[in-house]
């Protein structure tokens, strides 16, 4: 079975760009989450989403959106680029979605973003 | 909202046994999970406590204490290739998903 994929896994952009990352889940697994991960915050909830719907969604300000597809693959989109968005982002699936998580989720590698 | 410490660096002797702790705050509970990840790897699920006490999976423990908000990450017979950073990481319910600690590096000595 194919663990989580992640593209792309490194990436450059300049401030005030955008980028989108994809995400693809587990076959099978229904629900998506985003995170990012700094060496100075570690890992932080971006948003989760559970068949198409977003579910929960973290303390992030606007300029971080995502959507799920109706085949579960998510994206998630960073607008109006700065420089602390520099960070490793980690999506991860299971076949649950929010309370009912056992808090086993399958991360995939991540992609990186560096913002110059 | 939620909050969870634990230490930042942690350092014990190959095979030996090291215990990293984690002390949560949240505003509710459902359980306690344990990460590890290696340098530029994925994070990786070792365990969940959602009730007190132990639980065992080969050479890795898990302790969970609800009343003192507490618990802990029990690696056995260290193995070099347990250096890795371990995370705690709690799911607390309402929206803010499943939050984790800010990671405890563990080194192992020869």
Known sequence: KAGVTQTPRYLIKTRGQQVTLSCSPISGHRSVSWYQQTPGQGLQFLFEYFSETQRNKGNFPGRFSGRQFSNSRSEMNVSTLELGDSALYLCASTPWGGNANTGELFFGEGSRLTVL | ?110
């Open chain 2, 1 to 110: 909202g939620q909050s969870l410490e634990q230490p930042s660096e942690v350092t014990a002797v190959e095979g030996a046994i090291v215990q990293i702790n984690c002390t949560y705050q949240t505003s509710g509970f459902y359980g306690l999970s344990w990460y590890q990840q290696h340098d530029g790897g994925a994070p990786t699920f070792l365990s969940y406590n959602a009730l007190d006490g132990l639980e065992e999976t080969g050479r890795f423990s898990s302790f969970l204490s609800r009343s003192d908000s507490y618990g802990y990450l029990l690696l056995q017979e260290l193995q070099m290739k347990d250096s890795a950073s371990y995370f705690c990481a709690v799911m607390g319910g309402g929206a803010d998903g499943l939050t984790f600690g800010k990671g405890t590096h563990l080194i192992i000595q020869p």
